[in-house]
Each structure stands twice: as C-alpha cells, then as structure tokens.
C-alpha cells in the first residue's frame, strides 16, 4: 500500500518537517482542535500528496515531532481545548453526557474530559436542567408547545431529550413544568 522509497537526505527531511508545521500553523490559525484532529489533518494532507517519497509510518513519526514541538510551545493542548469546548457546547444546551461524548469524539482524552466535566458541575449547579431548558426553547418542545398539544407530543418530547443525553428525570422535570413557570426559568438562563 505506503511503498515509497525512504527520504534520501536531510534537506528533504527537514523542508517535509517544515511544510507540516506550516501547515499545522495554518490549520491552528483557522480552528481550535483537539491533538488528535490536527493529527489527523496532517495525515490526510500529506498522505495525499504524490510527490513525498515516505511511507504512513515514517509520516507519522514526522507528524508526531511536530506535534510535540507544538505542545511544548503551547500552541496546542487537549485541556485547553477541552474546557474551551465544553462551554461551547454549554450555551448550545448541551447535556454534559452528550458534552463528554462529543470531546470522546474529537479525540481527547480521558483525563481532560473529566477534568473538564468536574469543573463544569463545581461553578454550577444544576447544569442539565438549564441545558434541557435551552434545548425545549430552541426545538420548541414541552413547555414550548401549545397546551392542547404537550400530552400528544410527550412522548416524541422525551425521546428529543433522551436524544440530547438528559436522564429520565431531567426530562420529566421539564417537560411537566408550566408555561409561565418555564418562561420565568428561561429568563434565568
């Protein structure tokens, strides 16, 4: 498959090693990522390129060194990433399972990510509850709907929570909560 011949001296080596820093730097300039998504990246770019004389394994070694050289500038870090993240997917209205699920995704690890969570539930309290309140605003859902039509449309209302990654109760909670009450509640958010 990745048969090329090896890089035969080290002005190719250290231009191939500049050109994947370049290009992570554009990549940073444009997006916040996560490690493993700039890693990824790089891969798919350089891999695709017909005139590199290098095998994927010698690639990602290079890709690595670079990585490295960026994290000890701190020009790139998974905690930061996670934290400035989750308070992204925290005004979305993002339940904290679907906000753990996401940073999984995008390759970051686990010690970040509970990091992160901790932090979440420590500054506050109650954090799904308001969550689950953005999510019936914006899909306008339970206490959202006229009322000849939140008994019809319960159940297809848990599922979208459920969906969103609130547990049973949240969602009950929510979805039984009056209009005026739901609104008063919204203004707090």
Do not use: H
């Amino acid at each position: 498959k990745w048969k090329m011949n090896p890089i035969k001296n080290k002005k190719d080596l250290q231009s191939l090693i500049d050109d994947l820093r370049n290009s992570a730097f554009n990549y940073l300039d444009k997006y916040s990522t996560s490690k493993q998504q700039l890693r990824i990246y790089l891969l798919k770019k350089f891999s695709k390129k017909n005139d590199l004389k290098i095998n994927r394994g010698e690639l990602l070694n290079l890709i690595d060194i670079v990585m490295r050289s960026l994290e000890s500038k701190n020009l790139i870090s998974d905690e930061f990433y996670s934290y400035s993240k989750s308070k992204v997917f925290l005004r979305r209205g993002y339940s904290l399972n679907k906000i753990r699920y996401s940073l999984a995704k995008k390759g970051v690890e686990q010690k970040y990510i509970s990091g992160t969570i901790s932090k979440i539930e420590k500054n506050n309290s109650n954090t799904d509850f308001y969550s689950a309140l953005k999510i019936c605003y914006k899909r306008k859902i339970g206490p959202c709907r006229a009322e000849s039509n939140r008994e019809i449309f319960y159940k297809k209302d848990m599922g979208v929570l459920a969906r969103s990654g609130f547990s049973y109760e949240i969602s009950k909670k929510i979805l039984s909560l009056p209009k005026p009450e739901f609104k008063k509640l919204y203004k707090l958010v």
